[in-house]
């Protein structure tokens, strides 16, 4: 494992180190003191072990292909936005927008999440261990998001597809949502999923998906329209 | 007798206020009970201040120009050179917009993008990712990053030879774009991770950043993700034009673009069309403005887009600021848009060549926005492409037309001093002399030239 201090450096340096290691082999790097700079380890698309021993700032990991990044700190907005595939694990919190529109991988935050966690997402994996802000899974595309503990307002809005579970309360719940209790095959892929990172299952997990009525235009709908239109 | 005699001389009187298509409109929305979609651009009645309201006033004894038909007027033109390690360069100022695969048909995206090649200019994705034809086909791509990130691929951004990150455009600025269920196809749904036939609405803010604060650091993560090798355009809405150019040239874009109400759109809300934003005469000279009220001008550069139909309008855009042009709309009439073949489906769509503004149906009798194979193959790709290479060659040669009359090498060289309005409105937003008064109205723009 390499290891890269940050002390004194910005981000461009950083990441053109990042990149030289990678380009060397290195599988594993290690990067200290990353002091909540942001777009740290942007546009990777190598399998390579990142860990960041600190907090990072936005957009960290943001549209990445295949590494595999764990945050021993807290990270601001956007944190791996757009990611094809890859994995992230936060043991701190998030701001908002994590996991934003992105199309596969998994990010798991062992703390609370800002504002539209898993906001776009068009696949992959989201888990918050902690609780949620406003508008979580705003227009979800495809993929899953489980929130083990509270959100707050407009949970799922708009979805498309997806699935979200939430194993607290919601505030209130965004349009078009489907409420459900999860069955079976839910209920093992949640204690299988939440397992394997080390977080209980054991909690009143709601299942949430969309009610479909705001796919099409359908002027019979008016009293979600006029809110959503 | 004398009322039969009254009544054999009456005219029709049709109110101004409650004119035939207004009625119609209001019937529309009694029976729908939702706002109106279209395609196209604005139909907007009333007249708006455009390139039209400008006349260029070329050289006689004051100035010398080149010979028309003869000298050599350079077109070249070269974007990204403020932070950008590999600009680019485009033999003509005359681009092309992005317009997605969905709103598009296959044939159409890659007739574009072969014409863009051929005349050494460039094509851009649109909202719904990159069309791997298209890549092949462009010397030149720009890769847009949109609110919806539908397609977002990074392995794409990567390959592109610049990244325009869009805040809005003219055709409905503050709105996200709709491409409605009948084009939304297997494919197109798989493209975008949607559900087949959904009437799918894009959303007009980013899903991980908001203000011009945050376009910093995204702006910061583009060019990292790409080693800061590409340009960085940001792409607007005009509508506070001024204010929105300098903090997007704050914000570290390379290159501005404006796109004026007149924008096109595959698909839009109809009022978004007619009552939203202002017009590109106006948002170039806000844009030119606004650069050199930072002290960018030249140093960013700018890309005006929105209902240009001429080279005279390109000219114009030139003379007042611009660098370059996009064209959308234009390079799909070039395609066949309205044109009168295949009338009866036109007629099934309840319109006619020249008036067709259905792109949003999915109907399109022409094949370029539909996803409907039998459509699409009424557009033969190759005569499509010379169809727009044509276009774009007699474009850019109205261009240099202009520019040696005014006397000008290079097209570039194109100013405010050769342009004289044609109204009081237009001599006070473009802050040029109204003809016969040698006096400008209104403060204009100003016009100095970056060193």
């Known amino acids: 494992m390499e290891k890269i201090n940050c002390d004194g450096k910005t981000s461009r340096e950083i990441n053109v180190e990042i990149r030289q290691l990678i380009k060397q082999g290195t599988p594993k790097i290690q990067v200290l003191s990353p002091l909540a700079r942001h777009n740290l380890a942007v546009g990777l698309l190598e399998p390579v072990e990142l860990i960041f021993e600190g907090s990072v700032g936005y957009y960290c990991g943001g549209m990445i292909d295949g590494p595999q990044v764990t945050i021993n700190g807290s990270a601001g907005w956007g944190l791996g936005e757009c990611m094809m595939n890859g994995t992230f694990i936060v043991n701190g919190n998030v701001g908002n927008s994590a996991a934003a529109s992105i199309r596969g991988g998994t990010m798991v935050v062992h703390g609370d999440a800002g504002a539209r966690a898993g906001i776009a997402m068009k696949g992959g994996l989201l888990i918050v261990e902690g609780n949620c802000g406003t508008m979580a899974g705003f227009m979800m595309q495809k993929g899953t998001l489980i929130i083990c503990g509270h959100s707050s307002d407009a949970l799922a809005d708009s979805m498309y597809e997806g699935t979200v579970y939430l194993g607290g309360e919601a505030r209130s719940l965004g349009n078009d949502t489907k409420v459900s209790e999860p069955d079976e095959p839910d209920q093992n892929f949640l204690k299988r999923t939440l397992l394997q990172f080390g977080i209980s299952a054991d909690r009143p997990f709601k299942k949430i998906v969309s009610g479909r009525r705001l796919w099409n235009f359908e002027r019979q709908e008016f009293e979600i329209w006029k809110e959503v239109l | ?451």
Not at chain 2, 73 to 87: E, I, M
Not at chain 2, 415 to 425: G, I, N, S, V
Not at chain 2, 430 to 437: I, K, R
Request: with cysteine.
């Open chain 2, 1 to 451: 007798m004398e009322g039969s005699s009254v009544a054999e001389k009456a005219v029709l009187r049709h109110s101004r206020i409650w004119r035939p298509e207004i009625i119609e409109d209001i019937q529309a929305k009694a029976e729908l009970g939702r706002y109106r979609f279209r395609g196209f651009s604005a139909l907007l009645s009333r007249a708006l201040p455009s390139f039209d309201d400008l006349t260029f006033i070329p050289c006689t004894l004051t100035r010398i120009p080149l010979e028309g038909y003869r000298e050599k007027c350079s077109t070249k033109t070269v974007l990204g050179t403020r932070f950008a390690r590999k600009p680019i360069e485009l033999d003509i100022p005359i681009m092309v917009t992005g317009m997605s695969f969905g709103a598009l048909s296959y044939n159409a995206k890659v007739a574009l993008a072969r014409a863009a090649n051929r005349t050494g200019t460039s094509t851009t994705t649109g909202d719904g990712g990159m069309l791997p034809a298209e890549r092949e086909n462009s010397k030149t791509l720009i890769y847009e990053v949109l609110p919806s990130r539908y397609g977002f691929n990074i392995h794409h951004m990567k390959m592109a030879n610049a990244i325009e990150l869009t805040v809005g455009q003219g055709a409905k600025p503050g709105t996200g774009g709709v491409l409605l269920g009948a084009k939304v196809s297997e494919q197109i749904s798989k493209t975008r991770d949607l559900p087949p036939g959904v009437d799918q609405r894009s959303p007009c803010r980013h899903p991980d950043w908001m203000g011009p604060d945050d376009m910093v650091i995204k702006i910061e993560e583009l060019r990292e993700a790409t080693d800061w090798q590409v340009p960085i355009f940001v792409k607007m809405g005009a509508t506070r034009v001024f204010d929105d150019v300098k903090l997007a040239a704050k914000a570290g874009a390379d290159v501005v673009v404006v796109d004026g109400m007149e924008g096109g759109t595959g698909a839009s809300p109809d009022v978004l069309l007619d009552h939203t934003g202002i017009p590109t005469l106006a948002a170039v000279c806000e844009a030119r403005a606004a650069l050199e009220d930072i002290g960018l001008y030249g140093q960013v550069q700018l890309i005006i887009a929105g209902g240009i139909r001429s080279g005279a309008d390109a000219a114009k855009a030139l003379s007042l600021g611009a660098d370059a042009v996009y064209l959308g709309t234009a390079t799909l009439i070039a395609l066949n848009c309205n044109k009168p073949i295949y009338v009866e489906d036109y007629h099934k769509l309840g319109t006619e060549p020249y008036a067709c503004h259905h792109c949003h149906t999915g109907r399109c009798p022409v094949g370029i926005t539909t996803q409907d194979p039998e459509l699409v193959a009424r557009l033969e790709i190759n005569a499509a492409t010379d169809r727009v290479v044509n276009l774009f060659n007699a474009l850019c040669a109205e261009i240099q037309m202009l520019a040696r009359s005014c006397g000008k090498a290079d097209v570039h060289d194109l100013e405010p001093e050769d342009l004289r309005a044609l109204t009081l409105e237009a001599s006070m937003i473009a802050g040029v002399p109204l003809v016969g008064t040698n006096k400008v109205f209104g403060g204009g723009p100003g016009w100095k030239r970056a060193t």
